[in-house]
């Protein structure tokens, strides 16, 4: 199975800051049709997941474009610009491009 | 603003059966892939078992294979999973996932198996 590890897996962040999280791969997510199928999940406390990028960097309708991916073959990153209140919780990164699918532990993002 | 809602988690003995229901609304349902995901505490999220819009393709991860078996009515805007011979191991938040161009989670159902 494709092995997702995320970095770091607690990230504490002062309101209106730049935030980062990394997502490895234990093998090329390019897929045979020249695609990526790395996605990124947030999780609110006490709600479901939510996708926000899917493809590396494509966003999801609706959400702020201070949300970016980027990345390739092994290595991925999610970024948010400026941190704010309503982005606490729990993202995850997941690949579709080798069966199973398998997601990365998940990164506890909180306010400082 | 579509959604899923799924139902049928319950306590179960090891060994035992149960199915899980999703009902999709507000999106064309047949135009999505559909899948099951699980919450366990030791192992995080896992895939379990997605199928493709006619039902012609079932996948399911290795530690189901065998035991579940994931299927679709497109009539009723429903999905289902099948879980015989569970085990303590399948405790988890079972979760329905529509994945197309957008891409919709339930709130879960939790299935506990414990004698």
């Known amino acids: 199975d494709t092995v997702m590890t995320q970095s770091p897996l607690f990230l504490p962040v002062t309101l209106g800051q730049p935030a980062s999280i990394s997502c490895r791969s234990s093998?090329?997510?390019?897929?045979?049709?020249?695609?990526?199928?790395l996605t990124w999940f947030h999780q609110r406390p006490g709600q479901s997941p939510r996708r926000l990028v899917y493809?590396?960097?494509d966003r999801d309708s609706g959400v702020p474009d201070r949300f970016s991916g980027s990345g390739s073959g092994t290595d991925f990153t999610l970024k948010i610009s400026r941190v704010e209140a309503e982005d606490v919780g729990v993202y995850y990164c997941?690949?579709?491009?080798?069966?199973?699918?398998?997601f990365g532990q998940g990164t506890q993002l909180e306010i400082k | 603003e579509g959604q899923v809602v799924e139902s049928g988690g319950a306590l179960v003995q090891p060994g035992g059966s149960l199915r899980l229901s999703c009902a999709g609304s507000?999106?064309?349902?047949?135009?999505?892939?559909m899948n099951w995901v699980r919450r366990t505490p030791g192992k995080g999220l896992e895939w379990v078992a997605n199928?493709?819009?006619?039902?012609?393709?079932?996948r399911y991860v290795d530690s189901v294979e065998g035991r579940f078996t994931i299927s679709r009515d497109n009539a009723q805007n429903s999905l289902y999973l099948q879980m015989n011979s569970l085990r303590a191991e399948d405790t988890a938040v079972y979760y329905c996932?529509?994945?197309?161009?957008?891409?919709?989670w339930g709130q879960g159902t939790l299935v506990t198996v414990s004698s």
């Open positions: 493809m590396v960097s």
């Open positions: 199928i493709n819009k006619d039902a012609s393709i079932k």
């Open positions: 997941m690949q579709h491009s080798h069966w199973p699918h398998t």
């Open positions: 093998q090329s997510l390019l897929f045979s049709d020249g695609s990526t199928h």
């Open positions: 996932l529509a994945w197309g161009p957008i891409s919709f």
């Open positions: 507000g999106f064309t349902f047949n135009t999505y892939w």
